[in-house]
């Protein structure tokens, strides 16, 4: 047979394996960039400079800098610095980091949807700067962060690839290891791409049943 499916079944525990862990890292990574994303996004928009310098620095350093580069300078630099940690905790702290300056730019272009007038009328009728966000500003913003937030999240999920050159075993290192114990590279990598492609939809899937879900709640 042209494709052996005695070595998809061989390697299929070992890349589902690989699977938990890419999962786990994003689950915890991409929440952590979001919130890290939100604050960054308020100090770009604050009124300090020396704020909104910080933040925008941080976002040119994150998508001018590439992912692979960033793993390997956190993995291999920052123990000369004296600064240790697991590849776990790497990956971790790397794949937020990088959310984190894309969040950023999501956020600050939904603020720009909000009408600035809307604001201007809260602060006439005498609202708190966190009334406006928690009743005025907040709840405009589901609608339009919804859609590059779910990309946003599955291209960090893919990129979780990278953290194999770190040796920890994610998806791809796992495929990496069947490929070289097998040879077998068109049913391990394409099991591989399969799981990246279906955990993929499930997100995409999820992202698009929480827009409607939205769109009906704004439009009660």
């Not at 937020?96 to 009328?121: D, H, M, N, W």
């Not at 070289?180 to 899937?205: N, R």
Request: proline content about 4%; overall charge positive.
């Amino acid at each position: 047979m042209f494709i052996d499916l005695g070595i998809v079944k061989l390697a299929t525990p070992a890349l589902l394996q690989g699977l938990q862990l890419t999962a786990t890292i994003s689950a915890i990574a991409i929440p952590l960039g979001i919130v890290i994303g939100t604050i960054a996004a308020y100090m770009a928009d604050a009124n300090r400079k020396a704020l909104r310098a910080v933040a925008l620095s941080y976002v040119e350093l994150v998508r001018n800098i590439p992912f692979l580069i960033l793993v390997y300078l956190s993995f291999f630099g920052l123990p000369k610095l004296g600064m240790h940690g697991s590849a776990f905790s790497i990956a971790i702290g790397t794949m937020a980091f990088y959310t984190g300056g894309y969040f950023c730019e999501i956020l600050r272009a939904a603020f720009r949807s909000v009408p600035k007038g809307q604001i201007r009328a809260a602060l006439s009728l005498g609202m708190s700067g966190w009334k406006i966000q928690r009743y005025v500003v907040v709840p405009q913003l589901f609608g339009f962060l919804i859609p590059p937030t779910v990309s946003l999240t599955i291209m960090m999920f893919k990129d979780t690839a990278v953290f194999s050159v770190m040796s920890l075993p994610e998806l791809t290192y796992q495929s990496n290891l069947m490929t070289a114990d097998t040879f077998a590279y068109l049913e391990v990598l394409g099991t591989t791409a399969l799981i990246y492609w279906g955990a993929s939809v499930v997100m995409e899937t999820f992202g698009h049943a929480m827009e409607k879900r939205v769109r009906r709640w704004s439009h009660r």
